[in-house]
């Protein structure tokens, strides 16, 4: 998580959303060639995506507007946290930020309508090495918070986890 420093006043706010010198100090990679945006509605859930060597991505995510549940998983086949996921709030609001490393699945739930999510990737999409883990998957037991999910098609037929074999 990084939390920026955060300069309000009566006119409203100003952040560095990301600055290199600080990002190389905590040991992050700092080369970015593709920033995402996506728009969704209250409940949308989308992932959990990934992308395989060669192509693996680092994803620095943050919200602009709305609110999610922005969810990790580790698919590094020999960590320590092998199969765990971790999930923390992203908010227009708190302006957290959020990085996930290469080797993890990532997927968020939008909490809010019209939620705004951008992140910036260390490497370019490319589709046939993508992946994605089934949001839903019963071993995972993951706590979207909501009882009403919205979820495409592609991401209803993602791999259950103890089906997938890691690249990583």
Request: with cysteine; charged share 20%.
């Amino acid at each position: 998580m990084i939390k920026p420093v955060v300069y309000e006043d009566e006119r409203g706010y100003f952040f560095e959303s990301f600055k290199s010198p600080l990002y190389e100090e905590l040991g992050l990679v700092t080369s970015f060639v593709q920033d995402n945006e996506s728009m969704s509605h209250k409940n949308v859930i989308r992932g959990l995506h990934f992308q395989n060597p060669p192509f693996a991505q680092g994803k620095l995510v943050r919200v602009v507007h709305g609110s999610v549940l922005d969810v990790a998983l580790d698919i590094r086949k020999n960590s320590k946290t092998y199969g765990k996921w971790h999930a923390v709030v992203l908010t227009s609001q708190n302006k957290l930020m959020y990085w996930i490393p290469e080797g993890f699945a990532h997927g968020f739930c939008s909490l809010e309508d019209n939620t705004i999510l951008t992140y910036k990737c260390t490497n370019l999409y490319d589709k046939e090495s993508e992946g994605c883990i089934y949001w839903n998957d019963p071993d995972l037991a993951i706590n979207w918070q909501t009882s009403s999910p919205v979820v495409s098609a592609k991401d209803n037929q993602g791999i259950l986890f103890k089906d997938f074999q890691s690249q990583f």
